[in-house]
């Protein structure tokens, strides 16, 4: 993950959600390995510990600016 001082944000509210959030939720929007924007949308707790559920975003959430397009996502994610 990316560390929020080194992000462009579209607005000061995803800047503040990526940046401020406590443990063990920050950051709820990250950006992953391969670069695609995800927001962590889930909490599960399993016997191997805290597990998350991400979902890959294309809008900012708070301004609707577009961040990334479905074909750019598809690109970057192998399976």
């Given at each position: 993950?990316?560390?929020a001082q080194d992000e462009v944000f579209c607005c000061d509210t995803l800047?503040?959600?990526?940046?401020?959030l406590p443990e063990?939720?920050?950051p709820t929007i990250y950006r992953a390995d391969n670069g695609v924007m995800m927001m962590v949308v889930g909490l599960a707790q399993t016997e191997?510990?805290?597990?998350y559920l991400?979902?890959?975003i294309l809008h900012c959430p708070f301004c609707g600016?577009?961040?990334q397009d479905a074909k750019a996502?598809?690109?970057k994610?192998?399976?």
């Amino acid at each position: 993950m990316s560390d929020a001082q080194d992000e462009v944000f579209c607005c000061d509210t995803l800047k503040s959600v990526v940046a401020e959030l406590p443990e063990p939720v920050a950051p709820t929007i990250y950006r992953a390995d391969n670069g695609v924007m995800m927001m962590v949308v889930g909490l599960a707790q399993t016997e191997e510990g805290l597990g998350y559920l991400d979902h890959a975003i294309l809008h900012c959430p708070f301004c609707g600016t577009k961040l990334q397009d479905a074909k750019a996502i598809a690109e970057k994610v192998s399976h």
